[in-house]
């Protein structure tokens, strides 16, 4: 399926806005890492204690981070932050920073007091439903259970206390229940068990959703290999290409690469997100992705050298790049479509790695055209008009040469 047909489009020709725009997304990119001291790094690569906690009504931001502050248990910096996406409506992230791997879970039990005494309030002895694990809501309501009169073998029992934590942890209400009437209908939950679960059990208007905990060593080892895989990728890459074309082809897509890898990290500093593993494997996939779009269209150029040996290597290459602009118009074009989709509507754990695909989908379709050709089209220019220039040089060496005179000659 063709979208352009005989198409002729001076591709090359329109280089130099695009290389000047790449020479100024990279100094803009480099310039915000520097003022801010360093990327952003997330969890995985800087270690320390990340918390996400649910709320049932707004976050009170402020409130957390004052109840925080003034603690005086918490090492380290804490940031407090809210999500944007619909998704995770009333859901903050709670992270400390940490250098000492021995506080990683002095830390974490210290955040969780920190939430309890701010926000739950005292049970005076009951339960925080919320956080019950499966053992110990059984355990809680098992004694009370049989004081009450309501006959429950342990099975029975192990069962319908698997059921109320489902519905807790079902969405919408991902492990916040509000109101124990919400209970009421579940299979198994009679008025006896409803009654021991309000005198066994208080709700907390949060729940802590997730907890990650990485020591310094662990994300400075993470980071180290994770530059060393896109190195070792890029390597490869150029090995296979340069031994599949000319070595010149496989520097120019290795440099086009780069750009775009180099201009994604820079508008992660400008946008101020943050790099974690998942961003790594984007830019992984981002490598691959640049690389096959350029081969593609080097595999067209090699083709068209063997056909059309006197035509111009300039319009040789602006007639390969719109012999492929259909099929890069079509993978591009589909591949952004569906990144977008999941840049909008993939919630907090895809924004990151869909962020990376937007920016490095952008910048790589242009980069094979823009970039990669240009300096295949460079390079041979300058080699041959240093083959030119060379017999030229020569000949008026020869020419320049001093010559003996007739009567110094018969001496």
Not at 347 to 376: E, R, W
Request: with cysteine; aromatic share 10%; glycine share 8%.
């Amino acid at each position: 399926m063709e979208l352009f047909k005989n198409t002729n489009y001076d591709f090359l020709g329109k280089k130099w806005p695009f290389i000047i725009a790449s020479l100024v997304l990279t100094v803009a990119g480099f310039a915000s890492i520097l003022m801010q001291g360093g990327l952003k790094f997330g969890i995985d690569f800087k270690g320390g204690t990340l918390m996400t906690v649910k709320f049932s009504q707004k976050p009170p931001l402020e409130q957390i981070r004052t109840a925080f502050a003034r603690s005086g248990k918490i090492k380290g910096e804490v940031t407090v932050q809210s999500f944007t996406d619909p998704g995770t409506q009333n859901e903050v992230e709670i992270g400390t920073e940490l250098v000492d791997e021995r506080q990683l879970a002095a830390n974490r039990l210290s955040m969780e007091q920190v939430l309890a005494t701010t926000f739950a309030q005292p049970g005076n002895g009951k339960l925080e439903f919320n956080s019950a694990s499966k053992d110990a809501l059984a355990a809680r309501l098992r004694d009370p259970l049989a004081r009450a009169g309501v006959a429950m073998a342990e099975p029975q029992l192990q069962k319908v206390v698997a059921g109320i934590l489902d519905f807790r942890d079902t969405p919408p209400r991902s492990g916040l229940v509000t109101d124990f009437n919400q209970l009421s209908s579940l299979p198994g939950v009679n008025a006896g068990i409803m009654s021991t679960l309000k005198q066994e059990c208080y709700l907390a208007p949060y729940t802590v959703k997730e907890t990650q905990m990485v020591g310094p060593k662990v994300g400075a080892e993470l980071r180290n290999k994770a530059v060393l895989a896109t190195l070792y990728a890029l390597a490869g890459m150029l090995a296979y290409i340069a031994f599949r074309f000319e070595w010149i082809y496989g520097v120019a897509a290795v440099i086009a690469v780069f750009h775009d890898t180099l201009i994604t990290i820079g508008l992660f500093s400008i946008f101020h997100e943050e790099i974690s593993m998942t961003v790594i494997a984007a830019l992984l996939t981002l490598v691959g992705y640049s690389m096959n779009d350029t081969i593609v269209i080097f595999d067209r150029i090699r083709e068209n050298l063997k056909i059309m040996r006197r035509e111009p290597l300039e319009s040789l290459m602006n007639k390969s790049v719109n012999q492929t602009l259909s099929r890069t118009i079509m993978s591009a074009g589909l591949t952004f479509l569906t990144v977008v989709a999941l840049f909008i509507w993939g919630g907090p754990v895809l924004h990151t790695f869909s962020f990376a695909l937007v920016c490095g989908i952008t910048v790589g379709t242009y980069s094979s055209v823009f970039i990669a050709s240009p300096i295949v089209l460079f390079w041979h220019n300058y080699t041959d008009g240093r083959k030119r220039t060379a017999p030229v040089l020569a000949a008026a060496a020869r020419t320049d040469a001093p010559r003996k005179s007739p009567s110094k000659a018969a001496k």
